[in-house]
């Protein structure tokens, strides 16, 4: 059977994920940060997936962006990996997978996507559902497209306290109606603040870890990343995207359940963080209840993103 099999659906609802795709577009094309090792790290983490999972599997790479997992999932062995998504990352990511030839990518809206139900024994989602206009109804349909016995592992934003949230909130109503050429531009600009954040949060003296904490408060969406060209990226994924939403760890545990999906595991807990900074999400896994018979998937993969 193919990946890639029509069904039927029951009246979308429309949305507006215009900004979405070009924010993504300019985003993964100008920003191809592929870093092995981290990459390496980060999916290990953030999946939780091995090569004893990945072995002879096929796998669904879901908002995959540039691709820098796509390329993980392949070398541990994954069979087949398809990585989809909204935007023109996709060109990055064939581009930057083109050395895998088990790799496939497709410009596809994971509302819509151009699968079967039961295609994949893996699944992965990595910083994508919580910028989608409708998270639940998103993670629903990727639950949809497991076989049985299969998994998905997830990771979206963490709600924030009160006050935080508030701040973000007012940050980014600004931000998220500004040209994306604007946000380029202040993301450099910012970007040298962002490694002083983090000099001044690691600092032993505490009125100045103090300021660090305080000036990262007024400048939250600024990325601390210690790498200066993923701090410009990040910082540009957090001001640019229409959709950011953060979640508590019940509701998403709440969209398992709704899925129907057992063996709920918080992958959060046992995680080796690459470097400080890093983590402050809901990562989940789950599983289909059944066992997976193994049939072979054909390839072939369309695009039907384009609307
Ligand atoms: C923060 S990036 C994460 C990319 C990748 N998972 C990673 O971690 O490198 C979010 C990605 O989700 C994609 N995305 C958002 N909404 C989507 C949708 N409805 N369908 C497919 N992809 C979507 C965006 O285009 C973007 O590339």
């Known amino acids: 059977m193919s990946p890639v099999e029509p069904f039927e659906r029951s009246k979308p609802r429309p949305l507006d994920q215009s900004r979405t795709r070009s924010a993504y577009s300019l985003q993964w094309n100008r920003f191809r940060i592929v870093r092995p090792e981290e990459d390496r790290a980060t999916f290990r983490n953030r999946t939780g997936l091995t090569e004893d999972d990945l072995r002879g599997a096929t796998v ?4 995959c962006g540039m691709g820098r997992y796509l390329r993980v999932a392949a070398e541990l062995g994954a069979e087949h990996v398809v990585g989809v998504d909204l935007s023109r990352a996709v060109e990055a990511a064939r581009d930057l997978s083109s050395e895998f030839p088990q790799v496939q990518v497709a410009q596809a809206d994971l509302f819509r996507t151009p699968f079967a139900s039961g295609t994949f024994d893996q699944i992965y989602s990595l910083g994508v559902l919580d910028h989608t206009p409708d998270p639940r109804r998103a993670f629903l349909e990727l639950a949809r497209l497991l076989k049985p016995g299969g998994r998905i592992a997830i990771w979206v934003y963490h709600r924030e306290r009160p006050a935080l949230e508030k701040i973000m909130n007012l940050h980014r109503a ?5 040209p994306l050429g ?3 531009a ?3 600009i910012m970007a040298p603040v962002g490694g002083l954040k983090r000099k001044l949060m690691a ?3 505490r009125p100045v870890a103090r300021f660090g904490v305080a000036l990262n408060v007024l400048t939250i969406g600024v990325s601390m990343h210690p790498d200066p060209e993923v701090r410009v990226c990040d910082t540009l994924d957090w001001y640019a995207p229409r959709y950011l939403s953060r979640h508590t760890f019940e509701e998403v545990a709440d969209w398992f359940s709704e899925a129907g999906l057992i063996e709920i595991e918080d992958l959060s807990t046992k995680q080796t963080h690459f470097h400080a900074g890093q983590g402050n999400g809901i990562n989940l896994a789950g599983r289909r209840q059944g066992s997976s018979s193994g049939a072979p998937v054909t390839s072939g993969v369309g695009d039907r993103s384009r609307q």
């Not at 669904?60 to 908002?63: P, Q, W």
């Not at 600004?174 to 500004?178: A, E, F, G, H, P």
């Open 182 to 184: 604007v946000l380029v």
């Open 174 to 178: 600004v931000s998220k109606r500004l």
């Open 60 to 63: 669904l790479d879901a908002g």
């Open 186 to 188: 202040m993301s450099r």
């Open 203 to 205: 600092s032993p003296i």
